[in-house]
């Protein structure tokens, strides 16, 4: 596939320079010429280094959540850079312009918002996570912005930010929000997350929207990392029950860098309400080529944002649709079967064991031992990480979880430690799916 994405960018990029030259006969200035000798220097001396990464594009990296994006994506993305247009205004980038408000249309329709919306693609899912917790603070002053003890650190770390109060709420047994711990009336927003970054939990949307409706408060979805997931809602795949009630909420995120196939540097917000919009009003003390035309870099807290990005994504949809049966959704059900296979071979193995059934595609587990304390787990654990590293025959990484957690979930062990080091493996890679059974193998061949 690379080679025809090469070779279809090439293609490509000559189409794209007779656009240029039809502007006139120019050259470039001698102070930008760099000679042969040197370039190809460089790009030698780049090759090696590049190396020296993990193998996050080969089935045997099921580390982080790290993968190449997919060909089509930076080859749209090298083409569009060739411009580099900037989407923070209009005029800035009209076809990439356009290209960002019809994927942000497909991905409103997606989470079921239908036609009424507003939203935007962002640098990170971080930023677009800072940015509806901006929105939540603007539109409930004086409110604190509430979230499970699981969520993902860029919460409590933006409402820092914001200087909202962060309120943390504890998880009963059964993943339920404890919802008893907490004053209703101090909360303005809600963070949902559905697909966890640590271990890929989808938390209980239908356990919290009666409440906040009770009081008013408002939900924000963070799937940046789950949110292609939806995807599968219908399937049977997955539990549908949270993925069915996305478009309840007041707004979402999701990462198209991570499940989307994107590179980095593609996150995206929505907002079911689009009279959030008042917001972001603002005056700017120049402008350019003024458009009458509302353009999305207007209703953004960033400034310049990479109009290649808006490109990939759009050459991304049109090949692969947001659909269970074809494009995203084969693609995901590959990456939940890996999970689940690796659990089940989990499960009768006597030199691994799992930690808990996977609701995604993060499987986490941790080694057998006739040593039944959550200190010699963890030791084991990180020699059998380091060993695959060393050997490059498999790449994981640690995770670590609370030893009264896995007290309760595996009772025959001893808890010496206030935490316990387990194994993780992201398997968001559709090829993982027939990858998984030797990767266990080449795991339990270390201990």
């Known amino acids: 596939m690379n080679k025809q994405a090469e070779k279809i960018l090439s293609g490509a990029l000559d ?34 280094r590049l190396k020296c990464n993990y193998p996050f594009h080969h089935p045997v990296y099921a580390g982080q959540m790290l993968k190449p994006p997919h060909p089509i994506a930076w080859a749209a993305y090298a ?58 603070r603007q539109s409930h002053p004086g409110k604190g912005i509430a979230f499970s003890e699981n969520s993902h650190y860029t919460h409590e770390r933006m409402c820092g930010v914001l200087g909202v109060e962060a309120i943390k709420i504890p998880l009963m047994e059964n993943g339920h929000f404890n919802l008893n711990s907490v004053d209703p009336t101090a909360i303005g927003t809600i963070v949902v997350t559905l697909g966890t970054t640590g271990l890929g939990e989808v938390e209980p949307l239908e356990q919290i929207l009666p409440w906040t409706k009770k009081y008013g408060i408002r939900i924000h979805i963070d799937s940046a990392y789950g949110g292609f997931f939806r995807t599968l809602k219908d399937s049977g795949i997955i539990d549908g029950t949270s993925w069915n009630l996305m ?38 003390p120049y402008t350019y ?14 400034c310049s944002r990479a109009g290649a ?70 030791e084991l654990s990180k020699k059998v990480f380091e060993a695959g590293m060393r ?17 309760r979930l595996h009772p025959e062990y001893q808890a010496d430690t206030e ?21 266990v193998k080449r795991i339990e061949s270390h201990l």
């Open 15 to 48: 189409s794209l320079q007779h656009w240029k030259d039809s502007f006139g006969d120019w050259q470039n200035d001698p102070v930008l010429s760099i000679s042969e000798e040197k370039t190809s220097a460089v790009f030698e001396d780049l090759s090696e």
């Open 79 to 136: 083409m569009a850079m060739s411009i580099n247009p900037n989407n923070h205004a209009l005029d800035g980038g009209p076809p990439s312009s356009e290209m960002e408000k019809e994927v942000m249309a497909e991905l409103a329709q997606f989470f079921g918002y239908g036609n009424e919306y507003l939203g935007h693609l962002t640098a990170s899912g971080t930023i677009a996570n800072l940015e509806a917790l901006w929105i939540a």
């Open 247 to 284: 478009q309840e909420a007041d707004s979402i995120v999701v990462d198209p860098h991570k499940h989307g196939l994107q590179p980095y540097g593609c996150g995206a917000v929505l907002f079911k309400d689009p009279s959030v919009g008042k917001f972001y009003k603002h005056d700017s």
């Open 289 to 302: 080529f003024t458009s009458e035309e509302l353009h999305l870099g207007e209703i953004s807290l960033e």
């Open 309 to 378: 990005a808006a490109v990939a994504f759009w050459a991304t949809l049109q090949c692969f649709p947001l659909k269970e049966k074809e494009g995203f959704g084969p693609i995901l059900a590959k990456c939940r079967k890996a999970a689940i296979s690796g659990y089940s071979l989990m499960n009768s193995s006597k030199k691994l064991a799992a930690y808990k059934k996977p609701e995604l595609d993060i499987l986490t587990y941790f080694p057998i031992t006739d040593n039944k304390t959550t200190s010699y787990i963890s």
């Open 391 to 407: 050997d490059q025959t498999f790449y994981l990484s640690l995770f670590k979880v609370p030893a009264s957690t896995f007290i």
């Open 419 to 439: 935490s316990v080091t387990i194994l993780r493996s992201v398997l968001m890679r559709p090829e993982q799916a027939e990858f998984v059974p030797e990767l």
